[in-house]
């Protein structure tokens, strides 16, 4: 394809993008795709000459098209949200178009100093005080494993990258049962070793960590003559939106010297709205956070935001320089690929930018309070009902349930149901388990999601529910 012909068909593309979203909602939200049909479609060889754009285009509409869950539907009630707002798939055009690599200042200033001035815009609108430096890492187990490796590093006065861990005394991470697994992923990979992952129990409505019982086991571990060496939180776990008690676990780890970090992948959006931020009480003392603006907030997948009270510690974590990496003569500027795992860096401060001039703090804050307040009234209806149960009361917008039946297996009942539902394409929901059993999560976040596609998950829930067989 030549240059010459890319406006035609860049305007094409954006033509087929405006309409897509415009009506994704007719569509079923699950692909409905057997497994290996897109396999079998695709030639088993790659072309050995050029095929023309329109060939190609086609094929991505009659290939690929049906085969893909639609993500941006109004009513994915599923998993967490990965929004793509209009301003946001905007910017990621203009940054695909100019592609940069922004893993040093000078590879990209524009892209450096935009990413410091977006990641401080991102800290106010959190409510989180000055001093806390950002950076945007590419996922928020990135996020993790980068501040597990801190942790790591602080606990062995900066030897363990140098040394290894053979022959160090068993470092201990302390984290509830609701944490995401990239924490499990993040200290297999720092090699702190899954057995040295302890899980302190949850107590109350939130299912937080219940912090005595976290003194409890650092003491444990002290006696057994072990190294307590972190504190990993959760602020809106993914099953039930779980949120630990942050500022009774921080007074803890602030008494042993624990290395917090806080996993708010999720509700950290919500944070842009202050009265939600009773949810993480004492923040301010952490001394390591990550939200993906990529779920609730808007922002075109992927991009993570991950703040830090001493972006020294990461850095004296994670920089390496060889030669080439050098920026000599260039004093107080920073190289963002010095504060995340992988060196190569996209252009991602862009669709935050674009994003929050676009709507405006005021504009996300009321799309968030609004799938809030929906969830809730749909909660409130659905708990009315006498053949569904609420097992998990709303966080933010996530609840959990079950529909019971005389006589029948929960469990069964509700792997069933979830699964006609889905089938029927109308809405998109996920199970988990709640001590044990499972439940039905119901999350409501798409960004062009209104209230009457929220109410129609009644209709659908219940109507399948009961005509189940
Ligand atoms: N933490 C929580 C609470 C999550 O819900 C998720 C994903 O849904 C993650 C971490 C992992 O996020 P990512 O896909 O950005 O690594």
Known sequence: MKWEEFADWGRRVADWTQDYHLTVGDRPVRARTEPGAVLSALPATPPET??????IFRDFEDIVMPGITHWQHPRFFAYFNSNASAPSVLAEFLASAIAPQCMLWQTSPAATEMETRMMDWLRQALGLPEGFAGVIQDSASSATLAAVLTLREKALDWQGNHQGLFGQKPLRVYCSSEVHTSVDRAIWVAGIGQDNLVRVPIKGDWRGMDPDALEAAIEADLAAGLHPAGLILCVGGTGTGATDPVDRCLDVAERYGLYNHVDAAWAGSAMICPEFRHYWPGIARADS???????????QFDCSAHFLKNPDDLVRTLAIQPEYLKTHGRDGIINYSEWSVPLGRRFRALKLWFL????GMEGL??????????????HNRLAAEPDFEIVTPPMWSLWTFRYLREGVDPDELNQRLV?????DGRIYLTQTRVDGALVIRFQAGQFETTEADVMMAFDVITEIARALP
């Open 356 to 359: 929050m001039r676009s709507y």
């Open 419 to 423: 699964n006609a539902i889905n089938d």
């Open 50 to 55: 050029p095929e023309a754009m329109e060939d």
């Open 365 to 378: 804050r009321q799309r968030l309070r609004n799938h809030i307040a929906w969830s809730g009234a749909l």
């Open 289 to 299: 956070i990550v939200f993906n603006p990529h779920k609730w907030l808007g922002v």
